[in-house]
């Protein structure tokens, strides 16, 4: 199973390693160019700055092919990934791949000084009961559409939503060591 | 260990956040802006870009505070700040004013000779200069979250930033090698904490990400940057010292995402005009560099 980490700019590594930890024998690449994108099952979009990440996909033109690939194949986007995934952008407006339902407001919390590590409680993963959450300059979801499922929560608001085959957390579970947000992404993946 | 808890953790989280960018010096909002839409990571606020604190001398301070602030009300990137080595008292300031990082830099005059300021006491996360190994682990020992190599900052010249991170990535190869019997006195070599040295000589890298600064002034610059082993590049004089700033900012961060696609590095210089003037940094007089600033 070959998937891919969109390595424009952000903590790429952090999410390979996290693929990896999560299944030994995930083949993980890194998507910079169109032809990279070429026989993947999955894509994740990391953690990093949006604005940057647009840019890129416009110098690149990635930003159709990127829309297509995820209109077949399951996506999994924490932090900027989310920002780039949902239909609306706030704080300010911008363009966005609209391939999940959701509205997402831009550092929402505050600056860097508002960044934090959390244990969210009663999320729906299973296993153990706690699942720590590392929120960076982090967005916050306004809105989930029809069709999006919350499976964790923090301060009443979603932080982990499924929709369909595609996955979004607003925390970076790339930057915990356990592995089970990568596991259910990766087990849509296989689907 | 006592370094790496949870505070830290967020800390270097931003920085983890950064890789793979271009962060740009920015010295008012409208450079912050051409910065913003050339796709930077981050902008760097300062007072003056380094090629012309070279050029006027006098005290290089922290920018001006309504400069601070009209830039972060301008872009919606991270906004970082320059300190002078040891200012503490200026250090608070800008935590108070929330910039998202705070680099304690050599590019300014520095206020204390003996002293780098305590940076765990801070909430806000520090990145620092250094050229070697040693000077890296004391800077992660006092709180930085986040290390750039120095180079020579506003020469437009790469020579030392090569210096610097060769140098450094040479001797965390060195450090892997040893057995656990030499690491002691490593320690004692490197004047850096033997838990700090343990790490690098497990994991082969510093626990923070590790940046280069200081004399990038063209795409094939950030490349060979990246090359060596920066995990992304900060990017001064080089941009608004140059003939055409928008397009070189583009160029730049086009390039160093795909620094190992040498077409791509050819396409991303295609347009450009004059790049910044260089200085021959073996003519600089010792007392003119910047990388010696810091203990």
């Not at chain 1, 894509?43 to 995820?70: A, N, Q």
């Not at chain 2, 690098?200 to 280069?212: A, I």
């Not at chain 2, 003939?243 to 390039?255: M, W």
Request: net charge negative; aromatic share 6%; glycine share 10%.
């Amino acid at each position: 199973m070959r998937v891919g980490v969109l390595a424009l700019q952000g903590d790429f590594e952090a999410h390979a390693a996290a693929l990896r930890r999560a299944c030994a024998s995930a083949d993980v690449v890194e998507v910079r160019q169109v032809a990279h994108l070429e026989g993947l099952a999955g894509l994740v979009i990391p953690g990093g700055e949006s604005t940057t990440m647009l840019k890129l996909m416009e110098y690149y033109g990635l930003f159709e092919p990127l829309r297509e690939f995820g209109s077949r194949r399951p996506v999994f986007g924490t932090c900027a990934g989310a920002i780039l995934l949902a239909s609306e952008v706030l704080n300010p407006a911008q363009a966005s791949l609209g391939l999940v339902d959701l509205t997402v407001e831009r550092n929402a919390y505050g600056r860097q000084l508002d960044s934090r590590v959390v244990r969210i409680a009663g999320h729906e993963l299973g296993g153990e009961p706690e699942l720590e959450a590392v929120f960076i300059r982090a967005p916050i979801i306004r809105h989930i559409g029809e069709g999006c499922q919350v499976l964790a929560q923090y301060g009443g608001d979603p932080v982990l939503v499924e929709a369909g085959s595609h996955l979004v957390a607003t925390f970076h579970p790339e930057l915990s060591s356990d592995p089970r947000v990568h596991s259910l992404f990766l087990s849509k993946v296989t689907v | 260990m006592r370094y790496l808890d949870e505070a830290f953790r967020v800390k270097v989280g931003l920085a983890e956040m950064l890789k793979g960018g271009v962060i740009m010096d920015v010295t008012d909002a409208r450079q912050a802006e051409i910065a913003e839409k050339a796709g930077a990571c981050a902008v760097m606020a300062l007072e003056r870009v380094p090629a012309d604190i070279r050029k006027e001398g006098g005290v290089a301070r922290m920018s001006a505070i309504r400069v601070m602030r009209e830039i972060m009300r301008t872009v919606s990137i991270p906004v970082m700040a320059k300190v002078r080595i040891g200012h503490f008292a200026e250090a608070q300031v800008l935590e108070a004013l929330e910039v998202d990082y705070i680099d304690e830099s050599e590019v300014l005059t520095p206020a204390d000779e003996e002293f780098h300021i305590d940076k765990r006491a801070f909430k806000v996360p520090f990145v620092c200069g250094c050229r070697n190994l040693g000077e890296a682990l004391r800077r992660i020992a006092e709180g930085a979250a986040m290390i750039r190599t120095k180079g020579e900052a506003g020469s437009g010249n790469i020579v030392e930033a090569v210096r610097h991170m060769r140098t450094i990535v040479r001797e965390m190869k060195q450090l892997t090698v040893l057995g656990p019997e030499e690491l002691v006195a490593e320690s004692k070599k490197l004047g850096a904490p033997l838990e700090l040295v343990e790490y690098v000589h497990q994991n082969g890298k510093l626990p923070v990400p590790n940046f280069s600064a200081g004399g990038i002034a063209t795409p094939a610059d950030a490349a060979l940057a990246r090359f060596l082993g920066a995990e992304a590049v900060f990017v001064g004089s080089g941009i608004f010292k140059s003939s055409d700033p928008e397009t070189r900012a583009k160029a730049i961060v086009k390039a160093n995402t795909n620094y190992t696609d040498p077409k791509a590095v050819l396409e991303a210089s295609e347009e450009l005009g004059e790049a910044m003037p260089g200085l021959d940094v073996a003519k600089l007089p010792e007392s003119e560099l910047m990388q010696t600033r810091g203990w």
